[in-house]
């Protein structure tokens, strides 16, 4: 089915791990993005990537790097996890001014 | 700056009690806004966007509409299957695609 796949799911870490979160989309969109969700914050805005080969910082950059590795795929890494980055992640993808498709999310907790 | 509010922050309706929610925003030249539905545990699932004022869309019991200050959702006859949060967002000129996103108002519609 098309849309936007992430992975993993759910994850635990340790205070000061590293990690990568996965997004992938098979619409050949050109804009992807990441957010995270927080109760009673909204999605907030981490990092986008307009187009392959660019991306730029959000509303909430700090912690995070992120790599457009090819048109498909968009991932966001986490040199060294901090407990507020707990949240929830959602990758989404949009060919222009069409709404986004977001993906399922992960549920990260750090500890 | 660029912001988006939505009231109620919940709602609970009977179902078949037709209500509104609203979303106001404040934005330096609006480029389109979006509505969003999301159901615990998954991403947001993509529902209207509206371009220009007196602008309308409808979707079966669902009814977007838009003026130069504010959106609202208009749930007619709600079913039990309609409880959920929506989400409303906006895009400004010049942003690159990006959105801002409302908290969300979370509707609970009980049988």
């Known amino acids: 089915n098309a849309g936007v796949t992430q992975t993993p799911k759910f994850q635990v870490l340790k205070t000061g791990q590293s990690m990568t979160l996965q997004c992938a989309q098979d619409m050949n969109h050109n804009s992807m993005y990441w957010y995270r969700q927080d109760p009673g914050m909204g999605l907030r805005l981490i990092y986008y990537s307009a187009s392959e080969g660019t991306t730029d910082k959000g509303e909430v950059p700090n912690g995070y790097n992120v790599s457009r590795l090819n048109k498909r795929e968009f991932s966001l890494r986490l040199e060294s996890a901090a407990p507020s980055q707990t949240s929830v992640y959602f990758c989404?993808?949009?060919?222009?001014?069409?709404?986004?498709?977001f993906g399922s999310g992960t549920r990260l907790t750090v500890v | 700056e660029d912001q988006v509010t939505q009231s109620p922050e919940a709602l609970r309706l009977q179902e078949g009690e037709s209500s509104s929610l609203n979303c106001s925003y404040t934005?330096?030249?609006?480029?389109?806004l979006f509505w969003y539905r999301q159901d615990p545990g998954k991403g947001p699932e993509f529902l209207f966007t509206l371009y220009s004022a007196g602008e309308e869309k409808e979707k079966e019991r669902l009814k977007a509409t838009l003026t130069k200050k504010e959106s609202f959702l208009h749930i007619t006859a709600p079913k039990p299957e309609d409880s959920a949060t929506y989400l409303c967002a906006v895009q400004a000129q010049g942003s690159q695609g990006n959105l801002i996103f409302g908290k969300g108002t979370k509707l609970s519609v009980k049988p």
């Open positions: 989404a993808s949009t060919p222009g001014q069409l709404g986004y498709t």
């Open positions: 934005v330096s030249g609006l480029r389109g």
